[in-house]
């Protein structure tokens, strides 16, 4: 086994998210030994560590915030560009609803069209780092392609394994990575159990949603992003498409990591955070409303979102727990909202989004008309991919 001594990267220890347990954060490590959890990383942030001297400002990726990333050697760096996505203001959208402040950030312009790029670029950075070769993954279809080309770029071996109605173009771009690509009838949920039984002697490193630690570390560069692009203030509220939830936690983990080291200040009044969900496939929702204790029997249907289509997420008590930390909520939305929120914005501002992201506009739309977001607050809209893989499900229907 690989044991990498530590260097000058700040990353000290993993814990369980469960009960805390620390974990070696220099050998290979997957969901936590205690309580089969997501393990979070911990870093020495109380050595005075300024914005300055913290932020790569030459660096126009994610890469910026190396020093708050877990890579210890940065030669073992794997990157597309991924990250430091624009923050939009929507005019011609707000104008038409009366919000004064309306913002999008837009993560459909990364490596291989979705925020899956960070996290992926991350994981397989720090893969290679403790000398895995290959790499295997449940996806919904981004993910999937993200660690398919992250993975050729290192040069690591990468098993793809999607449902089987996920729209031709995911599958298509996994191949063209030299991914081997398993099609299964089901949801990612039925392909995560075909990733055990194809990995059943361990040799794929799995990198499913929080089943390693180091994909939401990339993701949580989204939370520093936002911080940075608003001049070091942050929305009232922000509005998240929730699957797996790793860009949830991932946000509050930087929030909470930037009043730490003082890039905020201690006092900062946090966003709201809310959980967009698709009304197929809503476990926070319905957990959150008091109809199950959790998750664990959940059964969810397809949507035309696929990013959503995650029935029974590891991360569930990480998300409900910012949700309430943050007085935030959970709210689903049809796959016909979707459509409508997709029009809205390639329309009004020449915006193709994932129906991901469409739902996340809907959801705003929803809760401005419960009185529960109010026109003059400032929102950010985190649209966390690209249509223009999804095009078999939305199809002429602009
Ligand atoms: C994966 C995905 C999501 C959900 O992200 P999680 O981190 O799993 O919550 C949302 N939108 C798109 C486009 C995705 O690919
Ligand atoms: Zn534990």
């Not at 560009?81 to 923050?87: A, M, S, V």
């Not at 940075?228 to 929305?235: A, D, F, K, R, S």
């Not at 109809?291 to 990013?307: D, E, L, R």
Request: with cysteine; proline share 6%; glycine share 10%.
């Amino acid at each position: 086994m690989t044991t990498l001594q530590a260097t000058s990267s700040r990353l000290q220890v993993l814990n369980c998210a469960a009960c805390g347990a620390p974990h070696t954060a220099f050998t290979l490590q997957r969901v936590s030994e205690c309580c089969a959890q997501p393990l979070l990383a911990h870093y020495a942030l109380h050595e005075p560590l300024s914005r300055e001297q913290g932020i790569d400002t030459a660096e126009n990726s994610m890469w910026r915030y190396h020093a708050v990333l877990p890579l210890l050697d940065e030669a073992n760096r794997v990157s597309l560009g991924e990250g430091w996505t624009p923050l939009l203001p929507l005019h011609r959208l707000g104008a038409r609803y009366g919000l004064a402040d309306l913002l999008l950030k837009d993560e459909g312009q990364n490596p291989t069209g979705s925020f899956k790029a960070r996290g992926l670029s991350m994981a397989i950075s720090k893969a290679k780092e403790l000398g895995v070769t290959g790499c295997i993954i449940p996806t919904a279809g981004n993910a999937g392609v993200a660690m398919a080309a992250y993975c050729a770029r290192a040069g690591l071996r990468a098993v793809v394994v999607m449902p089987r109605h996920t729209p031709k173009a995911f599958k298509e771009e996994c191949y063209w990575y030299g991914a081997d690509v398993h099609l299964v009838d089901g949801l990612i949920n039925d392909c995560a159990a075909r990733v055990r039984e194809l990995n059943a002697d361990g040799a794929l490193l799995d990198v499913s949603t929080l089943k390693e630690p180091y994909r939401l570390e990339g993701k949580k560069t989204m939370g520093y992003e936002l911080a940075e692009q608003l001049n070091w203030t942050l929305p009232d509220v922000l509005l998240y498409p929730a699957g797996g939830g790793t860009g949830l936690i991932g946000i509050w983990k930087a929030f909470q990591e930037m009043k730490a080291m003082g890039w905020l200040p201690a006092t900062a009044q946090l966003p709201r955070m809310v959980a967009v969900q698709a009304a197929t496939c809503c476990p926070l929702v319905e957990t959150l409303a008091g109809h199950q204790a959790n998750c664990h029997s959940y059964v969810g249907q397809p949507t035309i979102a696929n990013g959503l289509a995650v029935p029974r997420p590891l991360g569930e008590p990480l998300m409900l727990q910012v949700l309430q930390e943050s007085q935030g909520t959970a709210i689903s939305i049809t796959d016909e909202q979707m459509l409508e929120g997709m029009r809205e914005l390639a329309r009004l501002e020449g915006l193709f989004v994932a129906p991901e992201g469409a739902a996340v506009w809907m959801a705003a739309r929803e809760l401005l008309q419960t009185g529960w977001l109010q026109p003059n607050e400032r929102m950010v809209l985190l649209n966390t991919g690209s249509a223009q893989k999804y095009l078999d499900n939305v199809e002429g229907r602009y």
